[in-house]
């Protein structure tokens, strides 16, 4: 017989963050005890959904199915894109690995799934089970947003929820590890045959890991385009053809202009996607944790879909070795030694084991606590995947045809007595040159797109390299010989070294094509000059212009610009449009309806 997992109750003296914690690791420990008997039991259907843009939800979504697999359960993995929700209503289990993308929306080609789960008609979900593993990051002002709305929507529609829904920042390897131990240990409860509220699991019903064709899809997306040709898993090695300072010598910060050529190659693109790149770490960092552990990096290892390669392939090219997170500290402690960074580990503690990380790498730990890694495997074992980057394209295909232009600034800073880097913007910068050939694909932004009629305006904010998709849009809009008037609010630190694309602006100010250009220089003064404060002083102008239609458009810094650019929208708007706050939020609801107001912000 099977032991029932013990659980945190709701009413238990911990917080939210703290209960899950401690049921993760409950269900850890018990799910190896339900094994045997799970594995005793006839094999189980269970809906494998995810709802993702850039891979990670596909892959974890893979990785659980083999491991449920591997525990006697029958996966059926699908993506969301052509899902139908009468097919969720077929389903008994469902675990659904969903990603937030735009302004808290579903991946590209996951909201038709949506609407109709919320279409009024729609039949309820008693007979449903799930769990939510909802992806974000936390720099999004709507996070886990398209995850958090499908977990309400499924209890509204009377579907049982297997377990709490476990929302996960871009580090996902732990929350999903947290989620994934909790879910597998309640089916293999249920699969037990345990006296539990949800219904009894069925028979098998397939034995695949994918679901079939057509089953559960629409038609439509059955049929639909062959998966591009290059992509993050199957990049292009595109020479870089232009790197150049778009900041002065003199600047306190350091942007790059870089292309790549796709010639004859098939990549498209269309402005307003990004461009994926899949950076290298610095070889002198590798080699001096190499040196730490006293290894030559010849060593073999297993490294995640790599597969067996060295130690120093592994650190250059597939490992995040810059930064520290709780997961990293997490496994090194387990390892022993160091007593210090055991009791930051503890709940209570979040914020001094978030300043301790803040500003260190793998390095740091190693000097600092050495001796604990013995064995190449382990350190292989505490490290996250080096994730590609995404950089919005600032060239338009069709005036700059055959190649991709990114805007990059370079992440640079001094900490712990290092000087330190971003691994993609310093590999740039410091470790490419003309005629390498670099790793890319593109990243579609299906929501960050020109309006269809071209004689409608647009107003684009954009400080920073948030210029990048405002290039191409200009450009394209050029060369379509579009009539509409375009807007741009441009910001940086100062006139004479940050001016991105200067010549380029000022000519199209020059010749009528931008029918308005608003700049922002912030350190040119004494007080602090924003876009946004340039928003209001012309404040009458862009009510006008969002009367005649206008789209606006909002990319560059998530954190704190794109959050006040859109606060003084709002106040555009009930100042110029003379609505109380409500009518505004509804105007800037309607606008959004409308697909006239567009952000791309990281
Ligand atoms: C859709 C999208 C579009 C984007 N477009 C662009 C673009 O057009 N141009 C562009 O430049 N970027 C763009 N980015 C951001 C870009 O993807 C990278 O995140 C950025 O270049 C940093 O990557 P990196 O590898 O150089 O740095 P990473 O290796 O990722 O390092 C960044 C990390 O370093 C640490 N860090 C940075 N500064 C400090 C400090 N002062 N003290 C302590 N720690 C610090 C922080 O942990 C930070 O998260 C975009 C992102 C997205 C998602
Ligand atoms: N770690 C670093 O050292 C570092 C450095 C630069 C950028 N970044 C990050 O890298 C990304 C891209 O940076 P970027 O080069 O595009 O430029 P950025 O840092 O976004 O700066 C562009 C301009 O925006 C201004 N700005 C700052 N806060 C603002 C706000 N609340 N509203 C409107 N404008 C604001 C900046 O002014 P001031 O800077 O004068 O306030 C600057 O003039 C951003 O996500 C940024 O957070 C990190
Ligand atoms: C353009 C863009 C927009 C995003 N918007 C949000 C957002 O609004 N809220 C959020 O929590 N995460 C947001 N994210 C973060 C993604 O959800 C997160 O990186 C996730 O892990 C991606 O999963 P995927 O690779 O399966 O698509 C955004 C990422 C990008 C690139």
Redesign the pocket.
Known sequence: MVETVPYIPENAPFTAEQRAWLNGMLAGLFSASALPAALAKPSHRIAVLYASQSGTAEGLARKLAKELKAQGHVPAVSTLVGYTSAALAAEKYALLLASTYGDGDAPDGVQPFYEQLCSEHFPRFEGLSYAILALGDKHYEHFCKFGKDLDAKLIALGANPLSERVDSDVDVDEPFERWKSVVIARLNEVAAGHKTTRPALDPAVGNGETMPAGEGRLASAAKAAPAAIFSRDNPLLAPLVDKKDLTHNESTKS?LHLAFSIEGTGLRYEVGD?CGVI?RNDLNLVAEILQTLRFNGNEQVLCGKTGKTTLHDALAHHL?I??LNRKIVKEYVTKGKCAKLLDLLVPEQQESLQRYV??RGLIDLLVEYPGIIEEPAELIAMLPKLTP????I?SSPLAHQGQIH??????R?R?YNRE????????FADRSTLSDRLPIYI?P?KKFKLPQNSDAPIIMIGPG??I??FRGFLHERRALGAKGRNWLFFGERSAATDYLYREELESMRADGHLTRLDTAFSRDQEDKVYVQDRMMEHAPLFWNWLEDGASVYV?GDATRMAKDVHATLHRIIEKEGGMPAQAAEEYVHALKDEHRYHR?V?
């Open positions: 942007t990004a950076p995040q810059t930064i803040y500003g980057r995404l950089y919005s600032s990114t805007t990059v600034a370079v992440v800073y900490s330190r880097g971003g691994v993609c913007s310093t590999f990243q932004n390299t948030g990048a998709p990319c791309d990281y």
